[in-house]
């Protein structure tokens, strides 16, 4: 979903924190600036780097915002006009990217 807030606000840069499935050097936090690249494992190690050996730069300009509907949006794009007509059975791993709060509504409206 950060991601896609990325490109749905328009925003600069994306940062995540996470932990899953994903292999080493891709899990704990995921950022990316150049849309839609996200950092890999070399940019991540810099970035780890940087922080344990106390060379970051403070800087101003950061914040948390809220912003409502983006949540809604989300779900709009990932069930759009597709209907699913037959039953399924699904199983949802809680590692992947469909979180819990999300997993009714999407699949609701899958049909």
Not at 11 to 23: D, E, F, K, L
Request: glycine share 10%; hydrophobic share 40%; proline share 6%.
């Amino acid at each position: 979903m950060a991601y896609f807030s990325q490109f749905q606000l328009d925003a600069p840069a994306v940062a995540m924190v996470t932990a899953n499935h994903n292999p080493n050097g891709w899990t704990g936090v995921k950022m990316g600036f150049e849309r839609p690249l996200t950092h890999g494992p070399d940019e991540m190690n810099e970035l780890r780097d940087i922080v344990l050996n106390g060379h970051g730069e403070p800087r101003d300009g950061g914040k948390y915002e809220f912003i409502h509907g983006v949540r809604e949006a989300y779900l709009d794009d990932l069930v759009g006009d597709l209907k699913i007509t037959h039953k399924l059975k699904v199983l949802c791993a809680k590692a992947t990217a469909l979180r819990l709060p999300l997993r009714p509504n999407c699949l609701n409206g899958l049909g």
